[in-house]
């Protein structure tokens, strides 16, 4: 899972320097990014999907629980109900 991490992070890092067109000069010394509002753009968008999929898959989970604790509670209630009228 960390290397999975570390790999996509990577890719991401380079991926956004690529659209920026990062630029590496060493003759006089110069880091140029003249495109950094495409990456901070591209970056949003990952961010945003990234929050709508865990948003949607906690809601998910939530439903299923929910669900769960019904179909538990009314077994639960037609087991008593039986154990009730086999006393009576």
């Not at 901070?40 to 299923?64: A, T």
Request: charged share 20%.
């Amino acid at each position: 899972m960390k290397a999975n991490l570390i790999f996509f992070l990577a890719i991401f890092i380079i991926s956004a320097l690529f659209i920026g067109h990062f630029r590496l000069t060493f003759s006089p010394f110069s880091i140029s990014l003249p495109y950094w509002h495409r990456a901070v753009g591209v970056v949003l968008i990952v961010v945003g999907c990234s929050v709508y999929n865990i948003g949607e898959n906690i809601s998910g989970y939530k439903k299923g629980l929910d669900e769960g604790i019904e179909i538990v509670l009314k077994r639960l209630q037609e087991r008593y109900n039986e154990k009730d009228n086999v006393q009576r």
